[in-house]
């Protein structure tokens, strides 16, 4: 037997006893879900025996700021199933690893001054921000036109913002939102689990219209200038661009000392939280390499939450949509085509 022919069977045999799909070719825009023997470990690496067997789904992502000349990349997720869990693999190029998010930095005379994008006219920075990604679930088929149209059912341009809002149609309507960002919740290996209702745009009561958090908050908290300078620094007293890092973990924050930095240093502006129960229940490990970014995500299948989707029915179809964010703050890369998740028979 030749060499190449033993080793087609035994790559043949290792997916096979990693898990099992189904034998016919998904439909369009579909994703499959394999039932996997053993779960994936949590690393960042699509290595695992689990991820070679499960088939993939690629999904092109356009209109984002920072990707590039073209604001395009191509998604790819991959999920199973082992025990009560759920789990996903998903990977885009991204050209930078972004961190940077809006930190304070000493100017020459002594003085703290934040960093923010200079043509930012609110909420639009794409300079000094994050890596992000975002799935949109349609919770038991509620929001209108999710599932023929996808998640930009729910996007609403101007109401006097950069990207306009996000909110659905009509009271009931209810929208899965697992929101990931980079240098806040994914610090502490978690996605920030919200939700997006009806509730339109106001100024004072609803700045963020529909979105919104699941119960488990906060994610993170900001801190201003004090006399001039910033209220927390990092323990450790390392500057953000010398070892240090843009954000701080709660527990970590001390009193600032102003003594430790010189001109040129960066420091974080806020501080993040550990996400507690329903906000909290869906775990992430995140690895940029090579211009790669690769998430590996985990999550009961079901919660019991109002707030999520729940993949209680083996035999359904869910309606999903998922975006990429290049160092942006709502300037996505989205997916215009909804897309389907089915457990494979």
Known sequence: MHTRTKLVIALA??????????????PPNTLVVAKATAAPTLDGNAGDAVWVAAKPLSVKLSGGANFGTTGETTATLKAVTSGDMIYFLLQYADPTESIQ???????????WKKLSDPNDKGGDDNVYYEDKWSLMWNVNDSVAGFNQNGCA??????????????????????????????????????????YVDSTRYDKDKASNAGRKGDPGGPDYKAFSLVNGKPE????????????????????NQVAFDDSKFKAGDEVSSYVVYQLKGDRGDIQVASRWQNGTWTYEIARKLTTGSQYDVQFSDMGKTYTFGVAAFDNAQVRHAVGWEPLKLVFAK
């Open 153 to 194: 059912v729910m996007c609403h341009v101007g109401e006097t913002k950069p990207f306009g809002n996000k909110y659905t149609d009509k009271a009931g309507e209810i929208a899965d939102m697992w929101h990931m960002k980079g240098s806040r919740n994914g610090v502490w290996g978690q996605v920030d689990d919200q």
């Open 232 to 251: 927390f620094m990092n323990k450790d007293g390392k500057a953000a661009n010398a070892g240090g890092t843009y954000y701080i973990k709660d527990g």
């Open 13 to 26: 045999a290792a997916s096979l006893a990693a898990c099992t799909t189904v034998d016919t070719p998904a």
């Open 101 to 111: 998010r809006g930190p304070y930095k000493k100017q020459a005379d002594g003085s």
